[in-house]
């Protein structure tokens, strides 16, 4: 799958979830299945504000549709 793809994946997932996200994306972890997608909270380009984490990352899944967050601490 292509790295566009991927990226259109997490962003129709995101936007079905309500959660906000910046630009530019970039991938992370590839695994035989699924890619992780990485994007910034919108919040976190601001200079002055602090966000943790201030990243925002889906699991996409090589066939079909589904996507799914990456819980962070």
């Given amino acids: 799958m292509k790295e566009t793809e991927l990226i259109e994946k997490a962003e129709r997932f995101l936007r079905s979830e309500g959660i906000d996200f910046a630009h530019p994306a970039k991938i992370g972890r590839v695994t035989s299945d699924k890619s992780e997608v990485i994007f910034w909270v919108p919040e976190a380009l601001e200079p002055d ?10 699991w996409v899944f ?12």
């Fill in 49 to 58: 504000t602090v966000v943790d984490p201030p990243d925002v990352r889906v």
């Fill in 62 to 73: 090589h066939e079909g549709e589904k996507a799914e967050l990456v819980f962070q601490m």
